[in-house]
């Protein structure tokens, strides 16, 4: 793990610290608010300038998510530890999508549509009138980011833009998308252009106010996947609650630095062989 980054595990998340060495019992949780002042003004100040440019849009009404409010800036990872933790936490903020008349996209693994449809119908959600209303789509996983079996980051950030509230069919005020990506920890081959698309997927939410919810099976992922994953989003849920990301960073810089370890990896399997 890069040094600049230790720095932000000690300060803000003792859970991801656990993860990332290869422990998978539940960490002490720490806000920002368990560090002392100095180190919480420098973290909150990093976080600031680091997000700041995804914040020039209208003012838009808040969003309540995971304890806390979401605002502008709406690219979310979310981790946890099992499917009843991600359901308590995600299931208020789904039923509030619906009852404001929000578009609910949910992107699901298929082996977990019954289930996810019986989790929705346990909230009071008509899921058979919301399709027919076109206000709920539930999409399979496998189908939407594997088409032909392989991972397109080009073809799927046109998916993702046709989603977004502005272009998508049936007035909605916008999207709330929620989208399992456990898909990505069955195929290793898959996870770095799912990186880099992560980071590349920030330029789109820029243009929308639509809510994104990528949520993440921490006994799937291997510490170093987490890291880079939480890079790329603005916001987390960690523990339960949503944070701004004190690891995030920006795309530009990113997808600079991920592309150069890519051909850094290159070069030296060349000399190898």
């Not at 060495?21 to 806000?31: D, L, N």
């Amino acid at each position: 793990m890069p040094d600049q980054y230790q720095s932000l595990i000690d300060v803000g998340f003792g859970e991801v610290q656990a993860v990332h060495e290869g422990c998978r019992e539940e960490a002490p949780r720490r806000g920002y608010q368990g560090a002392k002042q100095p180190q919480r003004r420098s973290v909150l100040r990093k976080i600031h300038n680091k997000a700041k440019v995804y914040t020039m849009k209208k003012p838009v009404a808040p969003i309540s998510l995971a304890a806390s409010q979401l605002g502008e800036i709406r690219h979310v990872c979310a981790f946890f530890n099992s499917d009843d933790e991600e359901y308590r936490v995600l299931l208020p903020f789904i039923k509030d999508g619906f009852e404001c008349g929000d578009k609910a996209v949910h992107i699901v693994d298929p082996a977990q549509h019954h289930n996810h449809l019986r989790r929705l119908a346990g909230i009071g959600i008509d899921t058979v009138a919301a399709r027919q209303s076109g206000q709920f789509e539930l999409r399979s996983s496998t189908e939407t980011y594997l088409r032909d079996g392989r991972f397109d980051q080009d073809r799927m950030l046109k998916v993702f833009e046709q989603l977004a509230s502005g272009n998508a069919k049936g007035g909605f005020p916008l999207s709330r998308i929620v989208c399992h990506m456990e898909w990505a920890a069955e195929g290793r081959s898959h996870l770095d252009d799912l990186i880099e698309f992560e980071s590349r997927m920030n330029d789109v939410w820029q243009r929308h106010d639509d809510a994104v919810i990528c949520t993440y099976d921490l006994a799937k992922f291997g510490g170093d996947t987490v890291i880079d994953i939480m890079r790329t989003h603005p916001m987390i849920i960690i523990g339960g609650i949503l944070q701004q990301n004190p690891f995030f960073v920006p795309p530009e810089e990113f997808l600079r630095e991920i592309r150069g370890r890519t051909s850094l990896t290159a070069n030296s399997w060349q000399q190898a062989t």
